[in-house]
């Protein structure tokens, strides 16, 4: 990121800081109409993000959801529910199945075993996530992208700003990142929408602590 970069970001950090998140999306998406994604996990409380979008706008703006091929069917199920709401989902896939992944990589995803392998584990998630994101930016070719993460969730995140700048030039804003548990939950409640309870990232791990790198790899 050159000098410019930095200061265009700390002024939309600046700008939108004081802002609620209908605000902020409402700003961001007069500023890249036609040219902006959101991401969704199909996570717990990942129906929050697209609710407030359309709220905030009457475009409809893409939803890209990565398909690692390792989730299981709750998540499949909140993916479902966004196409039946109406939302324009874009799924993008992993090349590579959980067969030929554990014939390759023997447990590579549980990060609880003695032999755990960090470096085998972020190869694979590189593969199964970055990968598919990856050729998502090259087809849809955003300047900008809303993401529904949240700073309570890991230390990791607690860092994390409004607005940061992605290594292919993409603006990554955050709306909701200062929103704390019971605000997300709130916000569930008052509009009745669905929760997945039962959602499991493969790329963070048995553990469920590792980052996938989605947010680190792509959003600096």
Not at 78 to 101: A, C, H, N, P
Not at 160 to 189: A, G, L, T
Not at 190 to 203: A, G, M, Q, Y
């Amino acid at each position: 990121m050159n000098s410019f970069d930095k200061i265009y970001e700390a002024d939309f950090n600046e700008i939108l800081g004081n802002n609620s998140p209908l605000a902020r999306i409402e700003k961001i998406e007069r500023l890249y109409s036609g040219s902006l994604i959101m991401t969704t996990s199909g996570g717990k409380h990942s129906a929050v993000l697209p609710h407030l979008v359309r709220r905030a706008t009457s475009k409809k703006i893409p939803i890209v959801f990565v398909d690692t091929l390792h989730y299981s069917k709750p998540t499949y199920d909140m993916i479902d529910y966004f196409k039946t709401e109406g939302y324009d989902v874009r799924t993008f896939r992993s090349r590579y199945s959980q067969e030929e992944l554990e014939a390759k990589y023997p447990g590579w995803w549980n990060d609880t075993a003695s032999d755990f392998s960090q470096a085998i584990f972020e190869d694979v998630v590189r593969k199964i996530k970055h990968d598919p994101l990856e050729r998502a930016f090259t087809k849809l070719n955003p300047q900008a992208w809303l993401s529904g993460l949240t700073s309570f969730k890991t230390q990791e995140r607690k860092s994390k700003s409004i607005v940061e700048y992605n290594h292919r030039e993409i603006m990554k804003f955050h709306p909701i990142i200062n929103w704390d548990e019971e605000e997300i939950e709130q916000y569930i409640r008052w509009h009745s929408l669905p929760r997945n309870e039962h959602h499991f990232d493969v790329t963070k791990g048995m553990s469920q602590s590792n980052e996938c790198g989605i947010h680190t790899t792509f959003g600096e």
